[in-house]
């Protein structure tokens, strides 16, 4: 669930990688911004604004959401 449409401007599909952070695109402009102002922290990703190029992946939904 997102409340933003997708677009990366609300956190509400903040992810908490457990393992497989390798198999997953590099941060995006919108996840960097986020993670400057202390939204992100350097194990979570905006699961809008990622994709998964191989392997796998462990996460848990962050509590806040």
């Given at each position: 669930m997102h409340a933003c449409g997708k677009k990366g401007r609300c956190t509400t599909c903040k992810m908490i990688v457990l393992a497989g952070m390798e198999n997953l695109s590099t941060v995006n402009?919108?996840?960097?911004?986020?993670?400057?102002?202390?939204?992100?922290?350097?194990?979570?990703?905006?699961?809008?604004?990622?994709?998964?190029?191989?392997?796998?992946?462990?996460?848990?939904?962050?509590?806040?959401?």
């Open positions: 402009e919108r996840e960097e911004f986020y993670r400057k102002v202390g939204g992100l922290k350097p194990n979570e990703r905006l699961s809008c604004q990622t994709i998964m190029i191989g392997g796998e992946l462990t996460i848990r939904v962050a509590e806040e959401n």
